[in-house]
């Protein structure tokens, strides 16, 4: 039970990881509005923000479809305010390639988890399998024993009726004798 505690927790550490470093370079992306010109205003870089936020918070609830759809929100909110001049053009393109960089990310968590499910999905199919041909094999087992049983009776019965018949035969002698 110990064991499994602690195979749980090492699982859960590189998901952790995922999302710290999520977290990280969405942030780092948008933080420093520091020197003339604002390669960031503060007004974008807090919308930004929450909706990396959002990103996040979904991430760690191991919503990955939520975090991309959050993810898609953020790149239309960076959009915007780069069309409305909030955003630099270099700015714009660092925080596009933290975002490409999680889609990725979490694009490989939803496969890992759709190739997990897709093997329980076989293993159960071929666990199911296995106890139909058990059963099968059961049930001919069965069906084998009850047949060589009703012979065994029947050749019984021939025999208990041989035998009737050959004391019969003897009685009959021993009359005409």
Not at 44 to 55: F, G, H, K, R, T
Not at 75 to 95: M, N, P, T, W, Y
Not at 109 to 130: G, M, R, T, V, Y
């Amino acid at each position: 039970m110990n064991r499994n505690r602690h195979v749980r927790a090492a699982a859960l550490r590189p998901a952790f990881l995922r999302r710290f470093v999520l977290a990280s370079v969405l942030s780092a992306a948008l933080a420093g509005c520091s020197g003339p010109p604002p390669e960031l205003s503060s007004d974008a870089a807090s919308e930004l923000q929450s909706q990396v936020l959002a990103v996040t918070e979904a991430a760690a609830a191991n919503d990955s479809a939520g975090a991309l759809m959050q993810l898609d929100e953020l790149v239309k909110r960076l959009d915007g305010a780069a069309g409305r001049g909030e955003v630099s053009f270099q700015r714009h393109q660092s925080i596009s390639a933290a975002i490409s960089t999680v889609r990725a990310d979490l694009a490989a968590q939803i496969a890992a988890a759709e190739a997990a499910a897709q093997a329980a999905a076989e293993q159960a199919a071929a666990q199911a399998a296995a106890e139909q041909a058990a059963a099968e094999q059961a049930a001919a087992q069965a069906a084998a024993a009850q047949q060589a049983a009703a012979e065994q009776a029947a050749a019984d019965a021939a025999a208990k009726n041989d035998k009737a018949k050959d004391k019969d035969k003897d009685k009959g002698k021993d009359k005409d004798d």
